[in-house]
């Protein structure tokens, strides 16, 4: 059962449904799994069919579905991200016809959506179906500015945001510091975006954001059995002080989304990867 001390929800981010077997045993909960086109491709079986015979994206979307099925059955009513497939030219009607099939495969499913204009505009639309969404690679605080004033007044706190620590890290720039910023400038908003922390590497990530209180994070599964085994800290270990953090940034979160600047190179790097990781499995078979 989940410790009443902690209020963050914790997600495993991976796309094996052995993993989430594993550490839901340890940790004795989940509160949900997110995955993406890369942890897909690293999924033993799914590299296995792509490697006897490129999948076709029918065949590739139906192993993804039986997946997510697996760990719906795992973690019934788990918060559940499935992302869809984009690059930067994905036009929003092609995501949303993605989303609506994917909305389908689990409880409590949340569609992930990069943050591009096609993306935001795809969740604006899957909101008002009362579709929720988890809106993904966010490296700047300006980005999440633009999915808090685009998202206000269509859903009742079903949005997720997912900042990307560890990619930020490695450029040099603490990325907990633009997940402090995001958690900063929400404070005293409405509550509909919700914070989920996302690629974090090392115990010392998730017990610094366990005591921040952060809505949610989400954590590979070699990460949450070493957090197991320390002793499941929470804010007992020190940060690494050779990182640049982000300043804080003011904004008028009653303006207009698109007046926001929402590009990041770290974004477009994000999607070009997921986008290259789903192509490797699959090959044109019409
Ligand atoms: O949830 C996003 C995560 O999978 C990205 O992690 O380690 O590839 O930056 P990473």
Same mark, same amino acid.
């Given at each position: =059962?989940?410790?009443?001390?902690?209020?963050?929800?914790? !997600?495993?981010?991976?796309?094996?449904?052995?993993?989430?077997?594993?550490?839901?045993? /340890?940790?004795?909960?989940?509160? *949900?799994?997110?995955? %993406?086109?890369?942890?897909?491709?690293?999924?033993?079986?799914?590299?296995? =069919?792509?490697? &006897?015979?490129?999948?076709?994206?029918?065949?590739?979307?139906?192993?993804?579905?039986?997946?997510?099925?697996?760990?719906?059955?795992?973690?019934?009513?788990?918060?559940?991200?499935?992302?869809?497939?984009?690059?930067? #030219?994905?036009?929003?009607?092609?995501?949303?016809?993605?989303?609506?099939? !994917?909305?389908?495969?689990?409880? &409590?499913?949340?569609?992930?959506?990069?943050?591009?204009?096609?993306?935001?505009?795809?969740?604006?639309?899957?909101?008002?179906?009362?579709?929720?969404?988890?809106?993904?690679?966010?490296?700047?605080?300006?980005?999440?500015?633009? /999915?808090?004033?685009?998202?206000?007044? $269509?859903? *009742?706190?079903? @949005? #997720?945001?997912?900042? #990307?620590?560890?990619?930020?890290?490695?450029? *040099?720039? +603490? *990325?907990?510091?633009?997940?402090? &910023?995001?958690?900063?400038?929400?404070?005293?908003?409405?509550?509909?975006?919700? /914070?989920?922390?996302?690629?974090?590497?090392?115990?010392?990530?998730?017990?610094?954001?366990?005591?921040?209180? /952060?809505?949610?994070?989400?954590?590979?599964?070699?990460?949450? $059995?070493?957090?197991?085994?320390?002793?499941?800290?929470?804010?007992?270990?020190?940060?690494?002080?050779?990182?640049?953090?982000?300043?804080?940034?003011? #904004?008028?979160?009653?303006?207009?989304?698109?007046? !926001? &600047? @929402? %590009?990041?190179?770290?974004? +477009?790097?994000?999607?070009?990867? !997921?986008?290259?990781?789903?192509?490797?499995?699959?090959?044109?078979?019409?």
């Amino acid at each position: =059962m989940k410790p009443a001390d902690i209020s963050t929800k914790i !997600f495993l981010d991976s796309g094996d449904p052995k993993e989430t077997e594993v550490v839901k045993s /340890v940790l004795g909960w989940l509160d *949900g799994q997110t995955t %993406n086109p890369t942890l897909l491709a690293r999924n033993p079986a799914v590299k296995q =069919m792509a490697e &006897n015979q490129a999948l076709s994206e029918a065949e590739l979307e139906d192993a993804y579905r039986q997946i997510i099925e697996r760990i719906n059955k795992l973690i019934p009513g788990g918060d559940i991200s499935i992302e869809v497939y984009a690059d930067a #030219f994905t036009p929003a009607e092609q995501m949303v016809d993605q989303s609506r099939r !994917f909305a389908k495969w689990a409880d &409590n499913p949340y569609i992930k959506l990069p943050i591009t204009s096609a993306g935001i505009e795809a969740a604006q639309q899957l909101l008002q179906d009362g579709i929720k969404v988890n809106m993904t690679l966010c490296f700047s605080q300006e980005q999440a500015a633009a /999915v808090y004033t685009a998202t206000a007044g $269509l859903s *009742g706190g079903n @949005i #997720f945001i997912s900042p #990307f620590v560890g990619r930020l890290d490695d450029r *040099g720039v +603490d *990325g907990l510091s633009l997940v402090f &910023n995001i958690q900063k400038m929400l404070k005293d908003t409405d509550g509909h975006l919700q /914070v989920l922390a996302a690629s974090i590497r090392s115990v010392e990530h998730l017990s610094i954001l366990l005591e921040t209180q /952060v809505d949610a994070v989400t954590v590979p599964a070699k990460v949450l $059995l070493e957090w197991d085994k320390a002793g499941r800290p929470i804010g007992t270990t020190r940060r690494k002080a050779n990182l640049t953090p982000l300043p804080y940034q003011e #904004f008028d979160l009653r303006s207009e989304w698109k007046s !926001f &600047n @929402i %590009n990041h190179s770290l974004t +477009d790097i994000g999607l070009e990867k !997921f986008a290259a990781d789903w192509q490797s499995l699959i090959v044109a078979k019409n």
